[in-house]
């Protein structure tokens, strides 16, 4: 509740002035019951014309002026919750973008998602449904039960002693609701995690010819969805229902009791009448009541979902980084120092400040998440511009070693120097803006190719775009296709193959003409030929480049190769000097090249 | 009477996102116009299915109805003859009166729980039954479909929009009908008992359909226009979060917090005005409400006070006021609801109305057993017209023969595999599997000879078990750690934390990409097919690991027919034929030693892995 009221001081004024307006319109409503029973105590049985006109005009005018107010309280209610959801979503959204990798991955990203869309709309309509309506259903109820306590204490009594009695009842039922209804959503996310699953995996299942099996599973899942939302809507449907049988009741007992008044003349027609009126309105608001409460809860958990994130601290190495740029004086004069340098040295490529030479010393690493050590005492270093292929086995920790290098992940233990200067010390920004980083998932953007390419260096200019794709080996493929750069790429890049939408993201990392590049297994799809020619125009620009491959046809010319196993440096050294002493080594490359031509080599 | 608290307890309808590619206020025009009636039909026939309780259920509607007429009518009653005068209502005394005023109010409140409760059981099976038949009839869909759409569009109308018609048969369908019924039924009473006070309240009619009018002309397209940006923001979302790894890496956080910002306010601005005018209605018909509470109670007070109607008139007049204006709002709140859900429901049944992959023909026959000779002669297919990806490519597979594949990216290597599984059907020439043209086998008989190692690994949320017995379902435990210790995934289960238990979340996450690929492995071996596809199968599996299944795949392929894909020449060296596709075309064709003699692209390409290595020394 604080969040939103913090998020909602701005639109103060609007929200107050919507609230005001709220609470015109009531009073003009609550007046009602107890106008007629004016006109009819008053007027009617006096036969005074005067008095029926004076009320009947009072009538109107109240009606004009409640509708009058009543835009205005939309207007008002609109503009405070609209800009309280596009507030709170650009914080959760720029909250979320400041968060380190490590500490994104603690969420799920779908669970994100829903976060800064369901929970904000959520939000965002209760607080338009409060300004508007909800605030009003107590002071319906509270006012209607005051009112026929004035217009006559005794009938009123009735209503008084009722309405607390059904507000039990609603709650009762609403907790109990409550359960159910969470049960319902339970299986709607089953159900709606099975059609999530056949959707992604629609090929293998059609292959593995498990149609049968798959509408099997959905069918039992949508029938336990079935079953529990047929039993929690019986449960609520049974509310509405009750509250009109108590409040008939209740009516009843006013007509009974006014009658015996009115003839011994404690009470007048237009009196009973009047709270006869007011319980009717109460039922209304009773019911309504319940679905306030419902959706404040439902409203109360969002923000906690929202709160949680808002909330979230960034890793420790973020925090240094904050540090670090708090420190701002030294470290900004040692990128401009770096800058320097590095304009001196690469001859003006860009303007990366970052050289590229790269040294891990014993550097441990584990996932936040996990026990499971994944890197333990890795130690190598390699120069600006030099090329080191990474080989391991299947979970040997490659993907964990490079993800380390753009501080995606902070190590445990060591350290990593970044041209003999501590990660830590370097600015995150900075460092990033001079890699290239190409994950071995393929993550293309919706939007052109031109524009996905582009998407490494916004201001990139199209021949820089050109020849990234050139030295991506992905040129070629772009221009046959009939928009050529234009050509749009629909969610993940779906209409290209494996092979092309990898060369596409390798050409997004070269565009940024990156001090370091790192190739995370990201030439598996393509064939023999194509991988050699992309190596090879590699070599042509002078960049740091990791490069995690199975194939010793790309180790070859890396000037230093690491073989990890099981997150552990096993051998490391040019190719000859693993020739001789790896034996792993010299297995792989066995596997790979008949003996004869290896011994030939 | 809408129940408030079934309402609240509804999910909050998610946004529909939109989607993009059908902006074109063609295809807009057609989805509003043309298949309303046509969406309406085809719900009742769903709901069709439960005539009995349907009719039960309309039966209760009738009775509340008149029940809820009768109840402010009695008061009124009650009002002239027992409070204010000395009459009778049929001659009742006072007691029994209220004993049947008591009767009315009782069976109200019961019809109306019998109507919703039984409704909503109508309602859910009718709901349940749709999601069935959507979700086997996209299982039909030929694969094509699913590439052309957006799945997250596709996942928005399997589960927003049948969310959407859910909730709104629950409620929606009943009230909209007992509506109509008491508005007619208010509207007949009132002018029995006062034609004169029965014009004054219908004075706010036209002033409410004007109000209306005005309103719902202006929120249609702030709706519209809201969705969209709603769409795409949500759209932005998604992939920005999707792909933060990206956008980390590539220091790019500024950047999408801009382009963010910039959908973000255009979702304001949309929004703020849908909300403000689409909030004016509510206040509207509150308002015309209080105004013909006004006009009832004041002139209604002059004609009493001129004997033309009674106290009791007015307060029924007054009541009924109330209870005519109810159904009209209740009309317009669920008005717009019901335009959505039934748009929903257009576009659940659009999907439902697309094209099934070409039903097997009449004569298509289910074989027990095939041997797995494979030929194809002079087959030709294009994904879209016009356009040739594989033409005239003639071979002949005998039975347990392993066949590789080898070309350039987009040679057409995937292509062929999909022609002989029939998830495409060529356009020229003929393949046939044991003699037997495959389209005259059923396409599920025929996949079920064949199984799949694919490029892309796909994994189910479930345990790793469960996840190989996807290959064949009956499979025994045992059977299934014999299939993984095949494929080489034996050892690497079990230095899991939970091993064969390990529950897999969406996608596989928590496992590398590489025993991904295992874990498909040990799912083909275990369906025993006798046609196994390796599209790639070990691309992204390190050559240690390659080396050690290699004597597994060797096992599972000995005595199948095999068609291998892959990019490492050296991993089909062994395969008795290969075929070179370049450009959609068949190349070369003969075995390793055949095709280095012949000198031509393939030992080029074969070469090349040497050349290069000599280039390394």
């Given at each position: 509740m604080s969040l939103v009221f913090a998020f909602l001081k701005k639109y103060r004024a609007a929200s107050l002035l919507a609230l005001l307006m709220m609470v015109i319109e009531l009073a003009v409503e609550l007046a009602q019951p107890y106008l007629i029973s004016k006109i009819i105590d008053d007027g009617i049985a006096n036969s005074d014309l005067g008095v029926v006109w004076m009320w009947g005009g009072i009538l109107i005018v109240g009606a004009v002026f409640a509708f009058a107010a009543g835009i205005a309280s939309s207007f008002f209610a609109s503009f405070a919750s609209q800009g309280f959801a596009s507030d709170l979503r650009e914080t959760l959204y720029d909250k979320v973008q400041s968060f380190s990798y490590s500490v994104f991955s603690r969420f799920a990203t779908s669970s994100l998602i829903t976060r800064m869309t369901g929970d904000v709309t959520q939000l965002q309509d209760t607080i338009f449904m409060s300004l508007r309506f909800m605030t009003r259903v107590p002071l319906v109820v509270v006012g209607s039960v005051v009112m026929a306590m004035v217009v006559n204490f005794k009938l009123g009594l009735l209503l008084a002693l009722t309405v607390p009695l059904l507000l039990v009842f609603v709650l009762w039922i609403m907790r109990r609701a409550g359960s159910m209804f969470k049960n319902v959503q339970k299986r709607l996310d089953k159900v709606n995690g099975v059609i999530q699953e056949n959707l992604t995996g629609i090929r293998l299942i059609r292959v593995f010819v498990r149609m049968k099996h798959e509408n099997g599973r959905f069918a039992a899942s949508s029938g336990k969805l079935m079953k529990n939302t047929v039993s929690a809507l019986r449960l609520t449907e049974t509310t509405m229902p009750f509250i009109m049988l108590v409040m008939n009741a209740a009516i009843v007992a006013v007509l009974w009791f006014g009658r015996a008044d009115i003839a011994a003349g404690g009470a007048t027609v237009g009196e009973v009448v009047a709270v006869a009126n007011y319980a009717l309105r109460t039922i209304g608001?009773?019911?309504?009541?319940?679905?306030?409460?419902?959706?404040?809860?439902?409203?109360?958990?969002?923000?906690?979902?929202?709160?949680?994130?808002?909330?979230?601290?960034?890793?420790?190495?973020?925090?240094?980084?904050?540090?670090?740029?708090?420190?701002?004086?030294?470290?900004?004069?040692?990128?401009?120092?770096?800058?320097?340098?590095?304009?001196?040295?690469?001859?003006?490529?860009?303007?990366?400040?970052?050289?590229?030479?790269?040294?891990?010393?014993?550097?441990?690493?584990?996932?936040?998440?996990?026990?499971?050590?994944?890197?333990?005492?890795?130690?190598?270093?390699?120069?600006?511009?030099?090329?080191?292929?990474?080989?391991?086995?299947?979970?040997?920790?490659?993907?964990?070693?490079?993800?380390?290098?753009?501080?995606?992940?902070?190590?445990?233990?060591?350290?990593?120097?970044?041209?003999?200067?501590?990660?830590?010390?370097?600015d995150t920004n900075l460092l990033r803006r001079s890699i290239g980083y190409v994950p071995q998932e393929v993550l293309l953007f919706t939007g052109s190719i031109r524009e996905n390419i582009a998407w490494g260096r916004e201001e990139a200019s199209f021949e820089e775009i050109e020849e990234a794709a050139k030295i991506a080996q992905i040129h070629e493929t772009v221009e046959k296709l009939p928009n050529g750069y234009e050509t749009l790429l629909g969610q993940r890049g779906v209409n290209l193959s494996g092979g092309q939408k990898q060369r596409l993201s390798i050409a997004r990392a070269l565009v940024r003409r990156p001090a370091i590049l790192i190739l995370d297994d990201s030439t598996s799809a393509l064939d023999l030929a194509t991988e050699s020619r992309l190596l090879e125009a590699l070599e042509d620009i002078s960049c740091t480049t990791f490069l995690i491959t199975q194939k010793i046809s790309s180790t070859r010319a890396a000037d230093l190769i690491l073989l990890l196993d099981e997150g552990r440096l096993i051998a490391g050294g040019t190719h000859d000097e693993l020739m001789r002493t790896s034996e792993l080594y010299r297995h792989i490359h066995e596997s790979q090249y008949e003996q004869g031509e290896a011994l030939h080599a | 009477m809408p129940n408030a608290l079934t309402e609240a307890f509804r999910q909050p309808r998610p946004p529909v996102i939109a989607d993009p590619t059908k902006a074109s206020g063609e295809y807009k025009k057609k989805k509003r116009a043309k298949n309303m009636s046509g969406t309406l039909v085809r719900i009742w026939k769903y709901l069709a299915r439960r005539k009995l309780k349907l009719g039960l259920v309309l039966f209760m509607v009738l009775i509340s109805s008149i029940l809820s007429l009768l109840g402010p009518y009695m008061i009124g009653v009650a009002v002239d003859d027992y409070l204010g005068g000395d009459g009778t209502f049929w001659g009742l005394g006072w007691g029994l009166f209220l004993v049947v005023l008591g009767a009315v109010y009782l069976l109200s409140p019961l019809t109306m729980f019998l109507q919703s409760i039984w409704m909503i059981e109508i309602a859910q099976e009718t709901v349940y039954r749709m999601r069935v038949d959507l979700f086997s009839h996209l299982h039909k869909l030929p694969i094509p479909f699913f590439g052309k759409r957006q799945q997250g569009e596709l996942m928005s109308r399997v589960t927003n929009d049948m969310e959407n018609v859910s909730g709104t048969l629950n409620s929606s369908a009943i009230q909209i009908f007992s509506s109509i019924l008491i508005l007619f039924g208010t509207l007949g009473v009132m002018l029995a008992l006062s034609p004169l006070l029965t014009l004054l309240t219908f004075i706010v009619v036209p002033l409410m359909a004007i109000g209306m009018r005005w309103i719902t002309r202006r929120t249609g397209p702030l709706f519209k226009e809201r969705q969209s940006n709603l769409g795409d923001l949500n759209g932005y979302i998604e992939e920005t979060l999707s792909g933060q790894r990206i956008i980390k890496a590539f220091s790019q956080e500024d950047r999408v917090k801009r382009e963010f910002a910039q959908r973000n306010e255009r979702i304001r601005l949309s929004g703020f005005w849908a909300q403000t005018i689409s909030g004016m209605i509510p206040k509207l018909m509150n308002s015309l409400n209080n105004l013909s509470f006004a006009l009832v109670a004041g002139i209604g007070g002059i004609l009493a006070i001129n004997g033309q109607v009674t106290i009791g008139v007015i307060i029924v007049f007054v009541e009924y006021a109330r209870q005519f204006t109810r159904p009209l709002n209740d009309l317009a709140n669920q008005w717009n609801t019901l335009l959505s859900a039934i748009a929903g429901a257009e576009r659940v049944f659009e999907i439902m109305d697309e094209e099934v992959e070409n039903k097997d023909e009449g004569q298509a026959?289910?074989?027990?057993?095939?041997?797995?000779?494979?030929?194809?002669?002079?087959?030709?297919?294009?994904?879209?017209?016009?356009?040739?990806?594989?033409?005239?490519?003639?071979?002949?597979?005998?039975?347990?023969?392993?066949?590789?594949?080898?070309?350039?990216?987009?040679?057409?290597?995937?292509?062929?595999?999909q022609l002989l599984s029939r998830f495409y059907d060529a356009s020229g020439g003929r393949i046939t599997i044991d003699g037997r043209e495959i389209g005259s086998i059923q396409r599920e008989n025929l996949r079920s000879h064949m199984a799949f190692v694919l490029q892309d690994t796909f994994l189910f949320e479930g345990t790793i078990r469960e996840n190989i017995r996807y290959g064949r379902l009956d499979a025994t435990d045992e059977e299934i750690e014999?299939?993984?210790?095949?494929?080489?995934?034996?050892?690497?289960?079990?230095?899991?934390?939970?091993?064969?238990?390990?529950?897999?979340?969406?996608?596989?996450?928590?496992?590398?990409?590489?025993?991904?690929q295992l874990l498909a492995i040990a799912r083909a071996m275990l369906a025993d097919p006798a046609i196994l596809v390796l599209d790639e199968a070990t691309s992204s599996i390190d050559t240690v690991t390659e080396i050690k299944i290699q004597q597994g795949l060797q096992r599972l392929m000995k005595g199948r027919t095999s068609f291998v894909i892959a990019h490492r020449l050296n991993t089909i060296r062994q395969a008795d034929q290969i075929l070179v596709l370049k450009d959609g075309g068949l190349l070369e064709h003969g075995s390793h030693d055949e095709l280095l003699a012949l000198g031509g692209f393939y030992s080029g390409l074969y070469n090349g892995q040497g050349m290069q290595e000599e280039a390394g020394d």
């Open positions: 608001a009773l019911s309504a009541f319940s679905w306030i409460a419902v959706t404040f809860s439902r409203a109360g958990a969002s923000a906690q979902r929202v709160k949680e994130v808002l909330d979230t601290q960034n890793g420790e190495f973020e925090q240094n980084r904050a540090y670090g740029q708090e420190n701002g004086a030294s470290a900004a004069a040692f990128a401009a120092s770096r800058a320097e340098r590095s304009h001196r040295a690469a001859g003006g490529t860009g303007n990366a400040v970052v050289e590229g030479a790269v040294e891990f010393r014993s550097v441990a690493f584990k996932y936040p998440t996990s026990d499971i050590k994944v890197l333990e005492d890795i130690s190598f270093r390699i120069g600006a511009g030099k090329r080191v292929a990474i080989m391991g086995a299947t979970g040997s920790g490659k993907s964990s070693l490079v993800q380390l290098i753009p501080h995606l992940y902070d190590r445990d233990k060591g350290e990593i120097r970044i041209d003999g200067r501590s990660i830590d010390e370097w | 026959s289910k074989l027990d057993k095939i041997e797995g000779a494979v030929k194809f002669e002079d087959v030709s297919f294009g994904y879209d017209e016009g356009q040739t990806t594989l033409s005239d490519i003639s071979f002949e597979a005998k039975p347990g023969e392993t066949i590789a594949l080898v070309g350039p990216t987009g040679a057409g290597k995937t292509t062929l595999i014999e299939a993984a210790k095949l494929a080489n995934a034996h050892s690497f289960i079990v230095r899991l934390q939970d091993g064969y238990d390990k529950i897999l979340n969406n996608g596989g996450g928590g496992i590398s990409q590489g025993q991904k």
